[in-house]
């Protein structure tokens, strides 16, 4: 396994690679070419009704890529005044888009989708709307009996 530490910056990095058995080379060296993307800082904007900025610490947030596969998630996210900012999110590849998910308990879930730049990435959602009285992601008829009763 191989284990690379990235820098803040992008830029192909050649690489050779030498296998060795008992300190002596086997083989031919093998020339790897990579593109090291770098940490990604995402900024997130979110509102509520009436023109409120969301505001708590148990705020859920989550980064699909186009195969629907989960690339990152923060299970605890702080938003404050509005806003809130991820930073050293790994493995994004610039200019590759994504679909962001926010989720806080009792409210329904909003997406984004967000196309990665090397800077000022910002992530704007619809407004929160607090009527997942049943806290299970959705609006469904069961909100509706959680509120009659
Ligand atoms: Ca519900």
Redesign the pocket.
Known sequence: MLHLKTGGKTAPLPLKINLTKNERVMGNEINWPLEIVQETTIKIISRLLFGRKAEGDDFKFLVYNQREEIVYGVERLTIKNGEGEIKGIKNLIISDEYRLVLIKPFY?PRQTFLKINENDNQAVFGVLLP??????????F??LL?WLN
């Open positions: 329904l009527f997942d009285f049943n806290n299970d992601g959705q609006l469904s069961r909100d959680w």
